[in-house]
Structures are given as structure tokens and as C-alpha cells.
């Protein structure tokens, strides 16, 4: 079907007034008199640009389509290979603009940079995985499809744990608090979003790399730049492709599942003879065989020599290392946990209350009554470490709180949107004036919780702790006080366990 004309007006069509100054510019060019002609020119220019300006909008669209063919509909499936290569553009460009500052600058920066590369080369798998086949039907197998990309993540993490001695240390953490933002993959219905939150939490440390290297090397500052302009063509990505989530192919076959590898052999069977000792009736007979041995039956033990008595080396009198519990970090993965003094200890240390990113560390306080967490945010995170006779309160709604190892403390706080948690801690006490949906009890001697009516559904995890007990506000102002049970009673019945509180020794 032929396009329509576009609609004539007065002074002609518009590619006809665009043709008259295209003619104006041709002559005016091969004219040798300049000054001559520069009257003329004036004239003729203001003439077109009156044919211009009485041409409407529209006919100008309808002249523009009609120089032009008519782009087909893209089907469901182009749409998909379109975010793959769109994808591709990203890696490409800014995330190759930022791996060649990151080898330039080298060291801890570019191994990191390496983690990262591998990052996004397996997510470009995943998307082109995507690209051809349906959603998972399990949510078993849509979590073993995004386990490699959240392998890597652990990785790029774990290098800036490994590192913190580094030169180098706040190009790690501006990486490593930022690259969740490769979860996007597992976001809905609105990914785009996540990915500018996540570029934002590593703000805090590339304004931090900008002030100790915009004077020195040049190179840094362009590193940032590069940095966050990945996460900002990502999010681009994510919100023009995926806007409410990952995007799936609507048909295509699902690939076969990789071949498992060779079974273990199966253990090695029971000799026939071992078999038939078993039988009802021989077990019996062999057992008193064993005993009837009389003095023989010592032969097969051990002679305990000199060197092996613990009363004549008292080296042997020591026992093994002491254990040493592992900490499950943010990502699930064991770490040796740290050595975490009694709260009764002393403070060898300088007090601490500073903001790092969405992290408030208050740490070493002693006799300090008038600690405040104000304007807070909330995704931020109170940690409170080692504090003694001390009174912490948080004004605004956080995301948690955790008080570690603290002694003769109390913390005041209007709402949570997670949990606040007690870890060895002593005599501690907490108020909260709005709502808080868990608390955590975890090795604490002596715990005082004053609840408000807003958070009577409260949930209480208890573990190795005591002297617990939960002040439940009256109507009259006044506090109704009921202890955490300690102790527990287990009987067995037919369907296995049964444990029930214990109000009382008697």
C-alpha cells in the first residue's frame, strides 16, 4: 500500500522547502563574489525559513515516513535475542573500559577485575540460556541455573575479605559491595531498581577512591567512572529488556540435563561367612565363645609401655586445640570466626561510632550514656561490639540491630524492619517504641525486653542463654514481666519428640 502524500501547504511541501535551501547553499558555494551576494542570501534565507515554520508538525512526521520503509514488528523471540545482544554491548563497552583500568592500575585491582570479567561472561551464558528455553518449572532448577552467577558474587566478595591489608582496599569494597547488583537475574517485578541500589551502595567507596587519588593519578578517578558507568548501562539494560523480571523464551525445547558423573562404586559386601554368623542363634553362641576364652581373650590388646603412661609424661597430659566455631557469612559460606572475648573483659581498646556505607559500628564504648543514631536509613544495619555500661538510642526505622559481646548496656530504638540480636552477651536491656518483628537470643546471660503495643506479636529465638525475661506493657503505663523458659523437658511418644517448657526446678 503507498504511503500518503504529505499535505501541501501554501508555500509548497516541506522536502520541497528543504530542496529550495539545499539549491540556496549549492549556488551560494560556487559564487566567487561573496560580499556581492551576501544581501541576497539573507533574503532568500529568511524566506525559506518562513516556508518552514508555516510547514505543521505532523506533515513534517509524514514526510519523514515517507522517505522512509516501515520497520516490521519484532516477535517474542527477536525481543529476546535483542537482550542478549544488548547485553553484549554492555560487556563490550563499559565493563571492557573498566577491565583495561583495572589491569592498568594492576595489583589487587586487576585480579579483582579478573573475578569480575568471569562475572559477567557467565551471566551472558545464563542470558542466551535463557534465550532459548521456557522458565524453570521447579524452583529447584531456577536456583541451580543461578548458582554459578552467585558462586562468582561469593567469589568477587571473598577476595576483598582476603585483601583488607591492601593498598587497594577501597577499589575492592566499591566492587564487592556493588556487584549483587548481577542478581538482578532473580528480581521481580521491578529489577531495575535493584541495580541502581546496588550501584549506589558502592558510592560510599568510590567517593572515597576519588579523594585519595583525584590529586595523584589520574587513572583512579577514571576507574570510578568506568565502574559505575557499568552498573549504569546495566540497569539501562535491564529496565529497556527485562522491565518487570527475566525475560524467558515462550517456546523452544528445554536442553537435556548434563550427564552425571560415574556413580561411586558401591561398598564392598559382607563375606558370605560374616553373613551366616549373623543368623538368630549364633550371635549368641559366638558372644559366649568370645568370653569362654578365659586369659586368652587378652591377646589381641595392646601393651601400655612406659612412654605411653601420662604419670611419667606430662607431655601427654595436654589435650587437643580447643575448637574453634566457623561464622556463616552474608553469603552462606563458613568462615573461621573470629576469637570473641568475654563481655566481662577489659577494654583495651579506643571507642568507635562511625558510619561505614549502611553499617553503623559503635564499638569499645564505656560509661557512655548519650550514644545517638540519627538520620538513619532503612537498609541500615547498628552493630554494637564490645560496649560496656553504655546507652545506645536509634532514632528512625533501621533494618536491624546486634549487640555483641556487650556488658551493662541498654539500646533504645523506634522500629526494626528485621530483627535485633543478642550475642554473649551480659545485664543487657533493650526498649522499643514501635514495632520489631524478632529477637534473637543467642549465649546471653541476663536479658530485659520492653516491649509496646505495637509489637505483642513479637518472636522470640532463644539458645545457651538465661535470666530472659519480656516486660509486656499494661493499659495503666505500667509492665507485666514473664520470663523466657531455660529449661526443657523431652519425652518420647509415637511420633517421636515431644518437649515441653519447665516454669520451675520443683
Known amino acids: 500500500m503507498p504511503h500518503a502524500e504529505p499535505r501541501r501547504c501554501d508555500s509548497g511541501t516541506f522536502p520541497d522547502a528543504y530542496e529550495d535551501l539545499l539549491n540556496l547553499w549549492k549556488s551560494r558555494c560556487e559564487t566567487e563574489d561573496r560580499e556581492g551576494h551576501l544581501e541576497d542570501l539573507v533574503i532568500r534565507l529568511e524566506k525559506v525559513t518562513r516556508r518552514l515554520e508555516k510547514v505543521p508538525p505532523e506533515t513534517q512526521e509524514a514526510a519523514v515516513q515517507a522517505r522512509s520503509p516501515p520497520s516490521p514488528p519484532r516477535a517474542v523471540g527477536e525481543a529476546v535475542g535483542m537482550s542478549v545482544a544488548g547485553y553484549r554491548d554492555v560487556v563490550a563497552g563499559p565493563v571492557q573500559r573498566y577491565l583495561e583500568l583495572s589491569r592498568k592500575i594492576g595489583g589487587d585491582v586487576a585480579a579483582h577485575g579478573d573475578l569480575v570479567e568471569e562475572a559477567f561472561r557467565i551471566q551472558l551464558q545464563f542470558l542466551q540460556t535463557a534465550s532459548s528455553r521456557p522458565a524453570p518449572s521447579s524452583q529447584s532448577e531456577h536456583v541451580s541455573l543461578l548458582a554459578p552467577t552467585s558462586t562468582q558474587i561469593q567469589r568477587i566478595q571473598e577476595f576483598r575479605e582476603k585483601h583488607r591489608g591492601s593498598a587497594f582496599f577501597n577499589h575492592l569494597s566499591a566492587v564487592s559491595e556493588s556487584i549483587p547488583a548481577l542478581g538482578w537475574v532473580a528480581v521481580s517485578p521491578a529489577p531495575a531498581p535493584y541495580v541502581k541500589e546496588m550501584n549506589d551502595a558502592g558510592q560510599f567507596y568510590t567517593n ?278 531455660e529449661q526443657f523437658k523431652t519425652t518420647i511418644g509415637k511420633k517421636g519428640l515431644s518437649t515441653t517448657a519447665v516454669d520451675s526446678l520443683g
Open 208 to 485: 572515597r577512591v576519588l579523594k585519595d587519588w583525584k590529586e595523584k593519578d589520574k587513572t583512579h578517578v577514571e576507574w570510578c567512572r568506568a565502574w559505575v558507568q557499568t552498573l549504569t548501562d546495566l540497569q539501562q539494560f535491564v529496565r529497556q529488556h527485562h522491565t518487570t523480571g527475566l525475560v524467558w523464551a515462550k517456546g523452544g525445547t528445554v536442553p537435556p540435563a548434563p550427564p552425571m558423573g560415574v556413580p561411586p562404586p558401591p561398598p564392598p559386601s559382607m563375606p558370605m561367612g560374616d553373613v551366616a554368623s549373623l543368623a538368630i542363634g549364633d550371635d549368641r553362641s559366638a558372644l559366649f565363645a568370645q568370653i569362654n576364652q578365659g586369659e586368652g581373650i587378652t591377646r589381641s590388646l595392646k601393651k601400655v609401655t612406659s612412654e605411653m603412661q601420662t604419670h611419667k609424661n606430662p607431655s601427654l597430659r595436654t589435650g587437643p586445640a580447643p575448637f574453634k566455631a566457623t561464622v556463616v557469612n552474608e553469603v552462606g559460606t563458613g568462615l573461621p570466626g573470629k576469637t570473641v572475648p568475654p563481655a566481662n573483659a577489659p577494654i583495651d581498646k579506643p571507642p568507635v561510632f562511625t558510619r561505614d556505607g549502611k553499617k553503623w559500628l559503635v564499638e569499645y564504648q564505656k560509661g557512655n550514656r548519650d550514644l545517638l543514631v540519627e538520620n538513619a536509613e532503612m537498609n541500615n544495619v547498628v552493630y554494637v561490639y564490645r560496649c560496656q555500661d553504655s546507652t545506645l538510642v536509634i532514632k528512625g526505622k533501621v533494618n536491624s540491630v546486634v549487640m555483641d559481646s556487650c556488658r551493662k548496656s541498654s539500646v533504645v530504638f523506634d522500629s526494626l524492619v528485621s530483627s535485633i540480636e543478642f550475642v554473649n552477651c551480659q545485664s543487657v536491656q533493650m526498649q522499643v517504641l514501635g514495632k520489631v518483628p524478632t529477637i534473637s537470643i543467642d549465649k546471653t546471660d541476663g536479658c530485659q525486653m520492653y516491649l509496646s503495643p505495637e509489637s505483642l506479636d513479637v518472636e522470640f529465638i532463644s539458645s545457651k542463654s538465661s535470666e530472659m525475661n519480656v516486660m509486656v506493657p499494661k493499659g495503666n503505663g505500667d509492665y507485666s514481666e514473664y520470663p523466657i523458659p
